[in-house]
């Protein structure tokens, strides 16, 4: 299977500043794509454009809180009055607080919501309308295995990313009359520090994930990866 060039392309990628965010980041523009970087880390941002001086492509830093409505709607007027479209989404800003659920905080509740849920919500609102008019583009939403399976301490993580399994399942049946394509990927662990303790050293790279984006991203036209659950081979040594 021959994929398509991302050259000329314009991808918007959020949580950028690290992880699967940085390396999707890295990998788009190494391809040809022009990267819009979010993350509410100016100064990570930066380093991460810095860094793709000498790629096909560029990384230009949006310093964005994609729970911030104002904030996302000015950001992608932004993009659309400086490149006329956006060819990708891809919404993977996200966090997690673990713990039972009775020992959750709200605010540790709040914030995942506003991040896992809410920006995804806001991010898709405002960037789905230019692909509805050019009938074209494609959102890639970030998920979880924590969105398919559940587990003690996770409550909350895991509620907000089922909620993003039902809100990719409802957009792909609103978008595909508009030829605007919605893909989904289930990471299991991955080497980040985005939970508490060291990443294992068995664990999917931030790298593996980003090129199944790419490959979502570029495949042909006529084709459409709805969704992958991405999981580790864990030593046997360790298999329960």
């Known amino acids: 299977m021959e994929l398509q060039s991302l050259h000329n392309k314009v991808a918007l990628i959020t949580g950028a500043s690290k992880g699967i965010g940085r390396a999707m980041s890295t ?3 190494e391809k040809g794509a022009t990267v819009y970087a979010v993350a509410r880390s100016a100064a990570l941002l930066k380093e991460l454009a810095d860094e793709a001086n000498g790629k ?47 020992e959750l905080t709200e605010a540790q509740w ?43 301490g996770g409550g909350g993580y895991c509620a907000s990313k089922f909620g993003l399994m039902a809100f990719n399942d409802v957009l792909t049946q609103e978008l595909k009359p508009h030829n605007v394509k919605v893909s989904v990927i289930c990471p299991g662990s991955v080497q980040t520090h985005f939970s508490q303790g060291e990443p294992k050293d068995y664990a999917l790279r931030p790298e593996e994930v980003a090129y199944m984006a790419y490959q979502m991203a570029a495949a042909p036209e006529h084709i459409i990866m709805n969704q992958l659950i991405m999981r580790p081979v864990v030593p046997q040594q360790l298999q329960k």
């Open 27 to 29: 990998l788009f523009a």
């Open 56 to 102: 096909k492509g560029r990384i230009l830093p949006a310093p964005c809180d994609v729970s911030d409505a104002e904030a996302v709607e000015s950001l992608i007027g932004q993009v659309i009055r400086e490149e006329e479209h956006i060819d990708v989404l891809i919404n993977n800003a996200g966090l997690g607080h673990f713990g039972m659920i009775h």
């Open 110 to 152: 709040d914030e995942m919501m506003n991040v896992n849920l809410k920006g995804v919500f806001l991010c898709t609102k405002y960037t789905a309308p230019h692909m509805i008019k050019r009938k074209s583009g494609h959102i890639i939403n970030i998920s979880s295995v924590a969105g398919t399976v559940t587990f003690p």
